[in-house]
C-alpha cells in the first residue's frame, strides 16, 4: 500500500490510490482552493497554449505587459508578441482608442501577416472593453482578419478553458476558408505541437504508411494549412485536452472522423500506427511497427539495466499521463504517482487503466502537496514542468521536464530518447552529492 501523505480536508477528494480497476477517479475540473499554491495557469496562457504557435498572425496583448510576458514563452519557446501596455490610467478611462491604434502599428510592422489575433487578459474583461467592436473597425482599415480570443485569464479555474476558447475560434475563423477536394491520404494532427521534433517524428511514420500531413494544430498551422485543414480524410487527436474540441467541431462541420491515440511510449505508438491503418484499410502498418519496435528495443537496451525498478512520479497537463506512465512502465520503472494540474476525467480513467495498482492519481496538486509526495514516496526521478523542477530538485531528485528540452520523445525513436535522457539523470553522480536525495 502506497504512502500518501495527511492531505488538507478540502482536498481528500482529489487525490486517491489505484486499487484495481474498480478504483474511484480524483475530483477533477474543480477551482483550485483559494490560498494554496496552485501550478495551473490561467485561461490566457491557455489560449497561448494553442495559438502561439500560428506563424503568420500577429498576436497581440490587449491588457498590462506582465501578461505578455508571461504569454511571450509557451512550451519554453519564445514568440513575437506585442501588448498594449495597458496602464492605470487606460483602466479608469479605457482603451478602446489605443487598442484600435496597436492594430493598426502591429499590421504596419508585419505586412505580411494574414490576420491579427487580439488577446483579453483580466484588466480588459473586469472593464469591459468592447473588443469585438474594435476588432470589427480595425479589420475594415487592415484588410484582413483581426480575431478577438476572449480568455481574460479569470474566466475559468484553469488553463484547459483557454484551450477550448482557441479552439472554437480556430473552428471559426480559420479552419477550412481554403476550396479543393478531399486529399486521399489526408490527415490532420491536432493536439500535436512539434516539441523538439516530435511531429516529424510522427509525420515519418506516417509517411512510411503513405499519409500526409496536412495541418498539425498547433505545431504546424499556419493560417494557409489551416484554410486547407478540412480536405483532410481522417483527424488523429494526440492530445485530447487541446485536440477533442477541435475534432468535434471538425467532425459536425465537415464530417471528418478522427481517432484519439498517442504516440508516446512502444505500445502506445504501435497501437497508434495500427488503429491509423484500420481505418485507411493498409497492411503496412505491421510491418511499420515490427521495424519500429525492433530497432527501438535494441536501441533502448543499454538503458534499461539503469532504469529497471527505480521510481518515478509524474505530474503534467492533463492528457498525456496515461500514455507516459505506460511509457516508463515499459522502461522498467514503477510509476508511483501520476497527476495532473487540469486533467479531466476521461483523462485520469485513461491513467487509471494505464498504471499499477498502488500508483496515487492526484488532481491540481499544491507546492506542498508535491513536496510531501516527494518526501513519502522517495522517487529516483520526477517528471512535470517548469514550475515544479526547482522544487523537486531541491529535494535532491533528478527532474526530466516535459513537454521535453531537447530531443523528440514522440514515435519509436522519441522512445529511445526518453530511455537515454531517464537513464543519464538517475545515474547522473551529481545527485549523490546533493542533500537529501533518495
Ligand atoms: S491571470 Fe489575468 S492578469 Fe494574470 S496573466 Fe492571466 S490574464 Fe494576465
Known amino acids: 500500500m502506497r504512502v500518501v501523505p495527511e492531505i488538507m480536508p478540502c482536498r481528500r477528494g482529489h487525490v486517491v490510490v ?12 474543480r477551482p483550485t482552493v483559494p490560498g494554496v499554491i496552485s501550478e495551473r495557469a490561467c485561461a490566457y496562457y491557455g489560449a497561448r497554449w494553442v495559438l502561439a504557435p500560428i506563424p503568420d498572425a500577429v498576436h497581440l496583448v490587449h491588457g498590462p505587459v506582465g501578461c505578455a510576458y508571461y504569454g511571450r514563452t509557451v512550451r519554453r519557446k519564445n514568440y513575437r508578441l506585442f501588448s498594449t501596455d495597458l496602464s492605470e490610467r487606460d483602466i479608469v478611462f479605457g482603451a478602446g482608442e489605443k487598442l484600435y491604434r496597436a492594430i493598426l502599428e502591429t499590421c504596419a510592422l508585419v505586412p505580411g501577416a494574414r490576420a491579427v489575433l487580439v488577446y483579453a487578459t483580466c484588466a480588459v ?120 474540441l477541435l475534432a468535434e467541431g471538425m467532425r459536425e462541420k465537415f464530417g471528418i472522423p478522427y481517432v484519439k491515440v498517442s504516440f508516446y511510449g512502444l505500445e502506445e505508438t504501435a497501437a497508434a500506427l495500427r488503429a491509423i491503418s484500420r481505418f485507411y484499410s ?73 498504471v499499477a495498482d498502488g500508483t496515487v492519481l492526484v488532481d491540481d496538486a499544491h507546492d506542498r502537496e508535491l513536496l510531501e509526495f516527494v518526501a513519502c514516496s522517495q522517487p529516483h526521478l520526477w517528471v512535470g514542468g517548469t514550475k515544479e523542477k526547482f522544487l523537486v530538485q531541491k529535494l535532491g531528485v533528478p527532474f526530466l521536464v516535459f513537454p521535453q528540452e531537447s530531443a523528440p520523445f514522440a514515435g519509436f525513436k522519441g522512445f529511445v530518447n526518453l530511455a537515454r535522457q531517464a537513464a543519464g539523470l538517475v545515474s547522473a553522480p551529481v545527485w549523490r552529492l546533493a542533500a537529501g536525495g533518495f
Open 18 to 29: 489505484k486499487e484495481g480497476e474498480a478504483t474511484c477517479l480524483p475530483l477533477c475540473s
Open 125 to 244: 474583461g473586469i472593464i469591459g472593453e468592447d473588443l469585438p467592436g474594435i476588432c470589427r473597425s480595425a479589420a475594415k482599415v487592415v484588410g484582413r482578419p483581426v480575431v478577438p480570443v476572449n480568455a481574460p485569464g479569470f474566466c475559468a479555474s484553469n488553463q484547459a478553458a483557454g484551450h477550448d476558447i482557441a479552439a472554437r475560434l480556430l473552428l471559426e475563423h480559420f479552419i477550412g476558408n481554403g476550396g479543393g477536394e478531399p486529399v486521399e491520404n489526408g490527415v490532420n494532427l491536432l493536439g500535436e505541437f512539434d516539441v523538439q521534433g516530435d511531429l516529424g517524428e510522427i509525420e515519418a511514420l506516417l509517411g512510411e504508411m503513405g499519409l500526409k500531413v496536412i495541418c498539425a494544430f498547433s505545431g504546424r498551422a499556419s493560417i494557409a494549412a489551416m484554410a486547407q485543414a478540412h480536405r483532410a480524410r481522417l483527424n488523429i487527436v494526440h492530445c485530447r485536452r487541446t485536440g477533442h
Open 282 to 354: 493498409l497492411a503496412i502498418a505491421g510491418e511499420v511497427v515490427a521495424r519500429g519496435l525492433r530497432a527501438a528495443r535494441e536501441k533502448a537496451r543499454p538503458f534499461l539495466a539503469r532504469l529497471r525498478g527505480k521510481r518515478v512520479g509524474l505530474f503534467f497537463g492533463g492528457s498525456r499521463m496515461g500514455a507516459m506512465a505506460k511509457a516508463f512502465r515499459e522502461l522498467g520503472m514503477e510509476v508511483v504517482l501520476a497527476g495532473s494540474q487540469f486533467g479531466c476525467r476521461e483523462d485520469y480513467e485513461e491513467a487509471g487503466h494505464k
